[in-house]
């Protein structure tokens, strides 16, 4: 055993000190939302709310929660998040399944455009002309298809699958396994952490995205949780909902702050099922073998 240095030490309690001082104050916002939704409106109008809940109330949430097209947009969400990131794994893995084969034929090229892309992105006229021709104007395709395949995450899938040993890749196919059944039956399997690593960036972007929803859909039915919650922010349609609570103990900015966590909290309880393999996942290409 390598005994650590005093500098070493010194430098190691500082490291630790600051990372978790600089996590607490990234910390602090979200602590004061959480306790805004859970504190009444007099105390939040007289700013009393710092990370503690002040005069404590349910109501914002029943505000919230009682609100029909809040549970459609959750739901809208839902559905998005999960088919469309299962369009993105199952189109990327494909892609990147190709891409890592070093005898394909223009593979140099095919990699430039992709990583073109990373730098010049589709101008917004282009892009909206396309999803009209395609048909796909005020539809969930309109959220899904465009952004099917990220560049950045097509690397890192492309990476991994570099690493899967070519001789287990000999073996699917002597047993007489397809590019497609080697895909699938060998190559998946042993995927799991870049799957997970992309899957939960590819789920993120669906369910904190708005933009496209916002471009491409007209229809309030079909609006995404956060295309409501930037109209509660934004537009101040949080007065509609506190009709059916009292007043004296709930107020915009409470449900303000009530909506904003129930678009947080769902994505957040994903992450510690998948906080294994998504570590594992994360460093890849940070060892070369």
Not at 81 to 87: A, K, L, P, R, Y
Not at 160 to 173: C, Y
Not at 249 to 264: D, H, P, V
Request: hydrophobic share 55%; glycine share 6%; net charge positive.
């Amino acid at each position: 055993m390598i005994k650590e240095s005093k500098s070493r030490r010194i430098f190691n309690r500082f490291n630790y000190l600051f990372l978790s001082l600089m996590g607490l104050i990234m910390l602090l916002p979200f602590l004061h939302v959480l306790a805004g939704s859970f504190s009444s409106g007099n105390a939040i109008m007289q700013g009393k709310v710092t990370i503690f809940p002040v005069e404590f109330t349910l109501l914002n949430f029943q505000a919230v929660l009682s609100d029909i097209a809040i549970w459609k947009s959750f739901g809208v969400s839902v559905f998005v998040t999960v088919f469309g990131t299962i369009i993105n794994l199952l189109l990327t893995s494909l892609m990147a399944y190709g891409l890592s084969k070093p005898n394909l034929k223009g593979r140099p090229f095919l990699i430039l455009f992709v990583l073109f892309t990373m730098i010049f992105q589709a101008p917004l006229i282009p892009s909206y002309l396309i999803v009209k021709e395609l048909g796909m104007l005020n539809s969930l395709w309109s959220i899904m298809i465009p952004n099917a395949i990220s560049a950045f995450n097509l690397i890192i899938m492309i990476s991994f699958f570099q690493r899967v040993p070519k001789d287990l890749l000999e073996s699917a196919r002597i047993d007489g396994c397809g590019e497609y059944r080697t895909w699938w039956s060998v190559v998946l399997p042993l995927s799991m952490p870049a799957m997970t690593t992309v899957g939960l960036f590819y789920a993120v972007g669906h369910w904190n995205g708005y933009f496209n929803s916002l471009m491409f859909i007209r229809d309030p039915n079909l609006f995404p949780l956060q295309v409501k919650l930037r109209k509660l922010l934004v537009e101040s349609d949080a007065e509609a909902m506190m009709q059916s609570v009292e007043l004296t103990l709930s107020s915009i900015e409470g449900i303000k702050m009530a909506s904003i966590m129930l678009a947080t909290i769902p994505i957040l309880l994903i992450y510690p099922f998948i906080q294994k393999h998504f570590t594992q996942g994360a460093m890849l290409g940070s060892i070369k073998e």
